[in-house]
């Protein structure tokens, strides 16, 4: 530290510096005036040289030995810190502005209702603080700062980081904000089999989850994709309830409800996190492997794939037996590489959902 600083016009010095006044201007070496203030000289000197703040205590004895006031010592500690503390948040503001340019504003206006603030950067920074309930932006850039990465973090961006972490804070925060009892895994299993029965419901299906969901104690919550942040979903155990988000990028019934039973999957077995594109590890096999069981039944699959009949009228007869929506058979079916991806007749069992998102 020094004994002053200075920021722009102003400038304050440290307590030390007229410390060392007092010192010069008494005759005495540091060592005796130290004495005499009733400390040691190692204190005094770190003192003089601006590198320990100004205890009360040594205020309160200054006070006595030289007939000044404690607040005017104290004034002077305080005005210094002021000052620093100001260069430092100017400091952190030019960082915070790093991290910003990961994120783009028009996707917090858009999405959440933030207030329109063309080339205002410093006034959009400090919305989207607000709105994410942070100290800084600068939060964003750490690893696992919100929820695990598990094993897809060492091939990322740090603006991938960035936008995958602003992501599931807006998650937790509105999580946090629902009302919802204590996380319960019997009534998560019931809320699951109800889920189930909706893939075919393509109106209206949204509330009922997240109603259904909510009585078992998990919040879900479907978020705007914010380009970049490469998320399919991400799940947390909050203090009482779990928070489980999916984004709306993957919308067709088939990748909606294998997205959404992969997270719960997550959920079932303990394992919280996010789940990035592409990642492959034993938690995500084993989160898709719950999620493929659950919305086709393993042997019903088998004796449909044997026959080999994959045409769309065979489809949808699998599908209505097993009660499901033909888009997700089909889905199946391109996944494990029995159809390809390109049967615009076969495509369009595929149904694309649209849920209006509230601001």
Not at 10 to 20: M, R
Not at 39 to 66: C, H, Y
Not at 127 to 139: A, C, D, H, P
Not at 320 to 330: A, C, N, S
Request: proline share 3%; net charge negative; aromatic share 10%.
């Amino acid at each position: 530290m020094s004994s002053y600083i200075q920021y722009h016009d102003a400038i304050a010095f440290h307590p030390g510096y007229y410390i060392k006044e007092a010192v010069d201007e008494s005759g005495l070496t540091q060592e005796d005036f130290a004495k005499r203030l009733d400390t040691t000289p190692k204190n005094l000197s770190l003192l003089v040289r601006g590198e320990q703040n100004l205890s009360i205590d040594v205020a309160v004895k200054l006070s006595r030995m030289l007939g000044t006031s404690v607040s005017y010592w104290l004034k002077l500690q305080n005005a210094y810190d002021a000052l620093i503390a100001e260069f430092k948040s100017e400091e952190a503001l030019e960082q915070e502005r790093e991290v910003f340019k990961a994120l783009d504003y028009r996707y917090f206006r858009d999405n959440f209702g933030l207030p329109d603030l063309p080339r205002k950067i410093d006034e959009q920074i400090a919305e989207v603080r607000k709105f994410l309930k942070v100290s800084t932006l600068s939060v964003f850039q750490k690893r696992d700062m919100t929820v695990s990465f598990r094993s897809a973090s060492d091939g990322m961006s740090d603006a991938n980081i960035i936008r995958a972490n602003s992501m599931v804070q807006i998650a937790i925060n509105k999580a946090l904000d629902a009302d919802a009892p204590k996380f319960n895994r019997e009534k998560l299993k019931k809320a699951v089999e109800y889920a189930v029965s909706l893939t075919k419901a393509h109106e209206d299906f949204y509330p009922l989850l997240r109603n259904a969901f909510r009585e078992a104690g998990v919040v879900f919550v479907i978020l705007p994709n914010l380009p970049g942040s490469k998320i399919n979903g991400a799940t947390k155990k909050l203090e009482k309830k779990v928070m489980l988000m999916v984004n709306d990028r993957r919308l067709n019934a088939d990748t909606f409800w294998f997205t959404l039973f992969h997270e719960i999957g997550h959920i079932v077995y303990g394992d919280y996190g996010i789940s990035f594109e592409k990642e492959i590890d034993d938690k995500e096999e084993s989160a898709d492997r719950y999620a493929a069981d659950l919305l086709i039944s393993p042997e019903q699959y088998l004796k449909f794939i044997e026959k080999g009949e994959f045409n769309i009228v065979k489809i949808k007869e699998f599908a209505e037996l097993i009660d499901r929506d033909p888009g997700i058979v089909l889905g199946r079916l391109q996944k494990d590489g029995l159809i390809g991806y390109n049967d615009c007749e076969l495509n369009s069992l595929k149904h694309q959902y649209k849920i209006q998102l509230p601001i």
